[in-house]
């Protein structure tokens, strides 16, 4: 048997892939998750897909804003929910405390929000691998007023 040396993509060019480089994703769009969310109490808004999953595996529902910064689009996304209130878990750092702030101000006068406070030793939900731990801390969520 003769193997063929593999062929090389380099240079290669699909009508797919041109449309894509060219678009790119439109993260400002859409939020992750937000499709599978039904009629709950409150929904976790996480800055990254994978802190979504984690509270999701740990029976919080969740959604990620792909990033700390809230848009216009996804700030009607996150309003038409159906939830009674939007629990903001952004990341342990200086562009999620940003972050926080501005979707507060944003999204407070249409809907419940409060805020979950992680503590210094984490960087972001996904870090608090004791459960009891993360169910303290989403319940003491603060309520912004």
């Known amino acids: 048997m003769i193997r063929r040396p593999p062929r ?8 797919a892939s041109d449309v ?5 994703l439109k993260k400002s769009k859409l939020l992750f998750g937000g499709y599978k969310i039904e009629k709950c109490p ?12 984690w509270l999701e595996q740990n029976g919080y529902p969740a959604v990620a804003l792909l990033g700390a910064h809230l848009s216009r689009i996804q700030q009607e996304l996150l309003i038409q929910l159906p939830t009674d209130e939007l629990v903001l878990c952004l990341d342990n750092d200086e562009a999620g405390q940003i972050g926080l702030n501005a979707a507060m101000a944003c999204i407070s006068e249409r809907s ?21 731990k993360l169910e303290n801390i989403i319940n003491k969520r603060t309520f912004f007023i």
């Open 42 to 53: 409150f929904v976790c808004i996480t800055e990254g897909t994978l802190d979504a999953m």
């Open 20 to 24: 894509y480089k060219r678009q790119g």
């Open 112 to 132: 419940v929000v409060s805020y979950i406070q992680i503590p210094n030793e984490f960087k972001d939900v996904q870090d608090i691998r004791n459960t009891n």
């Open 8 to 15: 090389s993509t380099q240079g290669v060019s699909s009508a």
